[in-house]
């Protein structure tokens, strides 16, 4: 299951233990000045944290959980184009380039993030230099991301598709080799391009090889060094 932390809502960034490495640039006075226009929330699964279209006011920090971002088609088809996991900053490659979000951001679990003004986090961008520099090495290191899973998933067939999508669950998301998924057999298909009943069919497959075990939403890899096998020579 995914581990979630209990924490005080209303803690001070300077003694916050869920801090970004990145906030470790400013100095106490410049973290005080975020957390007064900082607001740290609770998101229940489900709860849209910011949504496609809407102007960027704020500068969003995931704590705790696990969100997923969608993009929404002319035809109003749906797509999860990524999975941010804790300590992730939530839409950084638009916030300074966009005047309204680029994608429906939702939680997939209870999540707590932290909005800071966006302002604020200007101001910060503008007087750190070092600060600025990390957030675009920041920026730069989530596009070349991008850039190779959407290769890779490309270079994969069906099989190899679904074992990194289990493989990555497992190792970035959970830490653990038994989860309940957070999405829906479709949007698993979403997010590699497949159809929902190829989804289905080789989960299925895998299941029947003795690779995971599948109850409803709930996997468990029992043969971890196969799946990965299948993942990278798929």
Do not use: W
């Not at 809502?9 to 990145?22: A, E, G, I, P, V």
């Not at 995931?62 to 900053?89: C, Y």
């Amino acid at each position: 299951m995914y581990k979630t932390y209990i924490m005080d809502l209303s803690q001070s960034c300077k003694n916050c233990q869920f801090r970004s490495h990145l906030f470790d640039k400013l100095n106490q006075e410049e973290l005080d000045f975020i957390h007064r226009n900082k607001q740290t929330t609770a998101v229940k699964k489900g709860a849209i944290v910011n949504k496609s279209g809407d102007p960027i006011r704020e500068f969003v920090y995931l704590v705790e959980g696990l969100v997923k971002f969608q993009k929404i088609g002319k035809n109003g088809k749906e797509q999860i184009v990524s999975i941010a996991r804790p300590l992730d900053f939530v839409g950084l490659l638009s916030v300074f380039s966009k005047d309204s979000y680029e994608y429906t951001v939702t939680a997939l679990v209870d999540s707590v993030v932290c909005r800071i003004d966006i302002e604020s986090m200007r101001k910060m961008v503008q007087m750190n230099g070092q600060f600025s520099l990390d957030i675009l090495k920041y920026i730069s290191n989530i596009s070349d991301e991008i850039i190779r899973h959407t290769y890779a998933i490309n270079s994969k067939n069906l099989r190899g598709r679904i074992a990194m999508l289990l493989v990555d669950f497992a190792d970035k998301y959970f830490g653990s080799t038994s989860f309940d998924l957070p999405i829906s057999r479709k949007e698993m298909a979403e997010m590699i391009d497949m159809t929902p009943e190829n989804v289905i069919r080789i989960l299925s497959e895998f299941r029947r090889d003795g690779i995971v075990n599948v109850r409803g939403k709930h996997i468990e890899i029992l043969n971890m060094s196969l799946l990965s096998k299948i993942r990278d020579l798929g």
